[in-house]
């Protein structure tokens, strides 16, 4: 039960994140869309890492503390915090490595067209 309602999560923050980008004129190819998704991906990693890191100085009792299979559960926490943070907004990584990765393949396609002639 736990696993479905984890899916219809994942699921819910997609059409979420989909919809915020369509309403902006973002996806409007699959490309786009797989695009967006990339830079998400990457800026999640990127999140992730961060809080990682952050989570290695934490020690003390309770959930955070430095006994026994804490270290797993740092680090779910951790990945769970990048991809809510990358799902929401993020820091703006993600918008960045959209508009880069758009630009590569409007110039791989132009410079195709250019080339078949």
Sequence with gaps: MASSAHAIHLADASRARSAAFAAAGALKTPQAAKAMNAAQDFESVFLNSMFGQMFTSVGGEGPFGGK???????????EQFARNFAENGGIGIARQVYGTLLAQQESAAHAGAQHTR
């Design 68 to 78: 026994g299979a804490t270290g797993v559960w740092r680090s779910f926490l951790a």
